[in-house]
Each structure stands twice: as structure tokens, then as C-alpha cells.
């Protein structure tokens, strides 16, 4: 591995056990104490980690790793999967609930943003759509 690599990962690192964790922090206490404002600025805190993610990718002219889309995948999963159980449970306030809205809408943009910016509007499709072989019999 070369020092750039290693460079990158720590910076990488830094920033999301910085500003990730503070976010999750502020997220998670403005649920607890049904604050919108202190879940929004959760909430813009991850948003700046995940910024500052894509600026280090930037600088070292990298994208993100596999294993880092595996885990942002995965960890939108699961916050996707805990929202919708919480409102299926009924137990949610509306504090809690426009929360998740906020969090999640923010996400799903700052994804199809970085995908657009990244690849642009045809290249980011195509990453996802995949074509399969037209075989001679298909037209029948």
C-alpha cells in the first residue's frame, strides 16, 4: 500500500470518526429529546463529513472504495429498515418522524447529486442499468 493510500484512509477516517460520530450524536439526541433543530444539525454534520469524503476522493483523485459504498449502502439500509419499523410501530412522534423524512431526503439527494456531478446524468444511469445481450430469437 502506498503513503498516499494510507494517507487517504486516515484522512478518510478522521473525518467520519470527527464528524460522523458528532452527527450520529446530535441525530440521536434530538430524537431523544424531540428536537428537530438538534437532529438538523446532526444531520448537517454527516452531510459535511460525507462532503468532505468526496473532497479527500477529490484531491487524491479517487472515487469511493468498494468497501466504503458496501458500508454507506448497507448503513442506509439499516437507518431505512429501523425508520420504518419505528412507524410501523406507531411509537414515533412527529418530531421524530419529520426527522427521518429530513435525514432521509437529504441523502437520497446528496446521492443522485454526487452521481450526476460525478459520471453526469447518462453515465450515472448506466451505472445502475445493466444490458443484457440481444439474442437473434428475442424479436419473435
Given at each position: 500500500?502506498?503513503?498516499?493510500?494510507?494517507e487517504?484512509d486516515?484522512l478518510?477516517?478522521?473525518?467520519w470518526?470527527v464528524l460522523g460520530?458528532?452527527?450520529l450524536?446530535?441525530l440521536?439526541?434530538g430524537?431523544t429529546?424531540?428536537?428537530y433543530?438538534?437532529c438538523?444539525?446532526?444531520?448537517?454534520?454527516?452531510?459535511?463529513a460525507f462532503?468532505?469524503?468526496?473532497?479527500?476522493?477529490?484531491?487524491f483523485?479517487q472515487?469511493?472504495?468498494?468497501?466504503e459504498t458496501?458500508?454507506?449502502?448497507g448503513?442506509?439500509g439499516v437507518?431505512?429498515?429501523t425508520?420504518?419499523?419505528?412507524?410501523l410501530?406507531?411509537?414515533?412522534s412527529m418530531?421524530?418522524y419529520?426527522?427521518?423524512?429530513?435525514?432521509?431526503?437529504?441523502?437520497i439527494?446528496?446521492?443522485?447529486?454526487?452521481?450526476?456531478t460525478?459520471h453526469?446524468?447518462r453515465?450515472?444511469?448506466?451505472?445502475f442499468?445493466?444490458?443484457?445481450a440481444?439474442?437473434?430469437d428475442?424479436?419473435?
Open positions: 500500500m502506498s503513503t498516499l493510500n494510507t487517504r486516515l478518510v477516517f478522521s473525518i470518526a460520530f458528532a452527527g450524536a446530535f440521536l439526541e430524537f429529546r424531540d428536537s433543530f438538534v438538523l444539525l446532526g444531520t448537517a454534520l454527516i452531510v459535511a462532503v468532505a469524503h468526496i473532497i479527500v476522493n477529490f484531491l483523485q472515487g469511493f472504495r468498494p468497501g458496501v458500508l454507506g449502502i448503513a442506509f437507518l431505512t429498515f425508520f420504518i419499523a419505528g412507524v410501530s406507531g411509537s414515533m418530531v421524530d419529520y426527522s427521518g423524512l429530513t435525514l432521509f431526503s437529504i441523502l439527494v446528496g446521492f443522485i447529486a454526487y452521481l450526476s460525478r453526469g446524468l453515465g450515472a444511469f448506466s451505472r442499468h445493466v444490458k443484457t440481444v439474442s437473434e428475442s424479436g419473435r
